[in-house]
């Protein structure tokens, strides 16, 4: 996606090898008309497949989750990182580890919003070794529910997430995918720029 990869470009600090920071216009502020123009792309690729519900995971997803459940006219779910005080029993729970912040989080949804029959599509601001993406994954499939795909803003395809879910055999829809990080320079692999 054009529109995108010109804004990382632009706007992404390099903060090593591994970290990109894009707090400009995911994780911190957000654009707003970049979230709808992200939304629109997800649709078009996942616009033949009856999705019935998008599952993200809170917090960053949540922006361009919801434009792409608004587009869709389905609801938008999120797991929960921390166990909510009225949110304890009738729950699905995976355990996540973060390898970027070296911990592991249970997240949770709750099993009224996830239902057999159930078409979901996942999405995610960033996807790096997977985990997050894996643990929503495996939460529809206790649900009884089908992955329709994944769907993922900012792919560092140098990491090895990306490959873990096709291995998987998990359609992946990534908006961006970075070749490297290295040089303090944002380079694409080359089927992207699109
Ligand atoms: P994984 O799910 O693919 O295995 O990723 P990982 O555990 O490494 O990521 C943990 C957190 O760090 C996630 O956010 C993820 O989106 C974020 N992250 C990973 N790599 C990058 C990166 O290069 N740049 C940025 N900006 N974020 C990255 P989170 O903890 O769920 O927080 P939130 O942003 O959703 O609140
Ligand atoms: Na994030
Ligand atoms: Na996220």
């Given at each position: 996606m054009k529109l995108l990869q010109e804004k990382i470009q632009a706007e992404?600090?390099?903060?090593?090898?591994?970290v990109l920071k894009v707090?400009?216009?995911?994780?911190?502020?957000?654009d707003p008309q970049l979230m709808l123009a992200i939304g629109k792309e997800f649709v078009s690729r996942f616009?033949?497949?009856?999705?019935?519900k998008v599952l993200t995971i809170e917090s960053s997803g949540i922006a361009p989750a919801i434009m792409t459940a608004m587009l869709l006219n389905v609801p938008l779910l999120f797991a929960r990182k921390q166990k909510s005080l009225t949110l304890q029993n009738n729950v699905y729970v995976e355990q996540v580890h973060s390898f970027t912040k070296q911990v592991t989080n249970e997240i949770t949804v709750s099993k009224k919003f996830l239902e057999e029959g159930d078409k979901v599509l996942i999405i995610d601001d960033f996807l790096a070794h997977g985990e997050a993406a894996f643990g929503l994954a495996k939460i529809v499939r206790q649900a009884g529910a089908e992955v329709a795909g994944i769907g993922i803003v900012?792919?560092?395809?140098?990491?090895?997430g990306r490959a873990k879910l096709d291995d998987a055999g998990f359609r992946v829809e990534s908006l961006a995918r970075i070749k490297s990080l290295t040089d303090g320079q944002v380079r694409f692999v080359e089927d992207s720029a699109v």
């Open positions: 992404g600090i390099v903060l090593s090898d591994q707090d400009s216009f995911l994780n911190h502020q957000i616009a033949q497949d009856q999705i019935t900012i792919e560092k395809s140098f990491q090895n």
